[in-house]
């Protein structure tokens, strides 16, 4: 098959170019800077600066990940116009190409995330749950999904992977809090009861294969382990893995005034299930949150 990925040079997308080359898939990229694609995704994947460029070639499957990351900046209003138009209006530009092709690719799995619900407290959230709170982040994911559905309207099948907190050595949130911890500073968060749902990047890729070939799977999905804990857990099992204490809190008001609005990403969290992937037969490698650490610990 051929694979169009946005986002390709991201965390997730690096990992589902290595995956989809293995299997003999040809790959092509959109991206801002086509000519690092080779070296970050694959000497075989193609890079592209505009999605003219494949006009005239079959394109079976459309990957639309890309997005500036959320929580890498403040969130002033030049910040927040940055957010969507990496999702929205990149989208929408995508839309426009989709429409013009004769031949129309079968699926567009499109990024979203657990945001989407906003700070669920102590509700368990599968995909038929509602968001419970509005803010940016929940906007931003509704925007995003509302946008890619479009695409069905011209007959393409429509996924929404609604992403948690992907564990990986090669990158996102976990790298970030390595530094503190590995200097015995790192703790909970806030209270540390906020839920975090998680996921070991192995499932992550998967678990986008699987609804890939899965040809009755269409909306939304929760791509989180089963089993989320709450952030002071979380807290202890990486303090545990890395062989450093975890008992030094960062309080609420600290992350607000260092963070401001964006501090509520941290402070607040999601109960979120995958009940769709289960229910579609999708089987999880790493449904223990020790497990997946320790399955990462000696390239962390």
């Excluded at 005239?56 to 929580?71: K, R, T």
Aim: charge should be positive.
């Amino acid at each position: 098959m051929h694979i169009l990925l946005t986002g390709g040079t991201g965390l997730i997308g690096r990992q589902l170019c290595r995956h989809w080359l293995a299997q003999g898939h040809r790959l092509s990229v959109w991206s801002r800077h086509p000519e690092r694609v080779p070296a970050l995704c694959g000497a075989q994947v193609k890079g592209i600066a505009h999605l003219v460029e494949l006009s005239h070639e079959s394109v079976d499957v459309v990957v639309n990940l890309a997005g500036a990351p959320i929580a890498s900046a403040r969130w002033t209003r030049k910040r927040k116009a940055q957010l969507w138009s990496s999702r929205i209006t990149l989208t929408e530009t995508l839309l426009v190409w989709l429409e013009s092709l004769e031949q129309k690719p079968s699926v567009l799995i499109s990024g979203s995330a657990v945001g989407w619900y906003g700070d669920g407290g102590e509700r368990e959230l599968t995909e038929d749950s509602p968001p419970v709170t509005e803010d940016f982040a929940s906007h931003l994911c509704i925007a995003w999904e509302e946008t890619a559905q479009r695409a069905q309207a011209l007959g393409i099948r429509v996924v929404h992977v609604r992403t948690g907190l992907v564990l990986s050595s090669e990158g996102g949130f976990l790298q970030r809090l390595l530094l503190p911890f590995k200097l015995a500073l790192g703790g909970p968060v806030g209270s540390g009861r906020q839920w975090m749902p998680w996921i070991h990047i192995k499932d992550q890729i998967a678990l986008i294969d699987f609804l890939m070939h899965e040809k009755t799977a269409s909306g939304p999905y929760n791509a989180c382990a089963p089993h989320p804990v709450r952030n002071a857990e979380f807290a202890k099992n990486l303090g545990r893995v890395l062989h450093r204490p975890a008992f030094m809190p960062v309080p609420a008001f600290v992350l607000r005034l260092g963070l401001g609005e964006m501090a509520e990403l941290l402070l607040g969290g999601q109960r979120a299930m995958p009940a769709r992937l289960q229910a579609a037969g999708f089987t999880f490698k790493f449904t223990d949150l020790r497990a997946a650490l320790d399955d990462l610990s000696a390239r962390l």
